[in-house]
């Protein structure tokens, strides 16, 4: 895990990314506050497993935009797991992204999440995913806590 704040690679400030060379019902606030600015990245070698073939959503070996999602999703996990209380996850709640580049079997990318929002239970983080020439895809992850127990137990 790591703080970044050098903006920099083609095309990161358009997507504002920072890139280096009460009970709801499906938990609870958390009662550990979470700081903005948490930050967190992934590196992922680009292997067959990782492809749009492999995933079922494309014909083409390059990464898929479903491992890209996950790649953020992760990130996001990452940045803000040591500040919930025990019990207490993160889920998912809304991806928003836009993968503009594609990236070959064999290749490196890094994701990036940084918290960026917090409403009540919600968390909105910003996150890239750069390769070595830049920019692979960016976007918003929205993700909420929740109580693992009462989160299962609501589960169908």
Do not use: Y
């Not at 992760?74 to 836009?98: I, K, P, Y």
């Amino acid at each position: 895990m790591s703080t970044r704040t050098d903006p920099g690679a083609r095309g990161a400030s358009r997507w504002g990314c920072r890139l280096a060379a009460g009970k709801g019902t499906a938990g609870i606030v958390p009662t550990v506050p979470v700081q903005l600015g948490l930050s967190a990245d992934v590196e992922l070698e680009v292997g067959d497993n990782d492809t749009a073939i492999a995933h079922g959503s494309g014909s083409v070996p390059v990464l898929a935009t479903p491992r890209v999602v996950a790649l953020c999703e992760e990130a996001a996990c990452l940045a803000v797991a040591s500040q919930l209380a025990e019990g207490e996850t993160t889920v998912g709640l809304r991806v928003e992204l836009a993968h503009v580049a594609p990236i070959a079997v064999g290749s490196k990318v890094k994701a990036e999440a940084t918290l960026d929002k917090v409403e009540g239970r919600r968390l909105i983080f910003t996150v890239c995913v750069n390769d070595a020439s830049g920019l692979v895809a960016a976007g918003k992850v929205t993700r909420a806590t929740v109580d693992v127990k009462g989160f299962l137990e609501k589960a169908r």
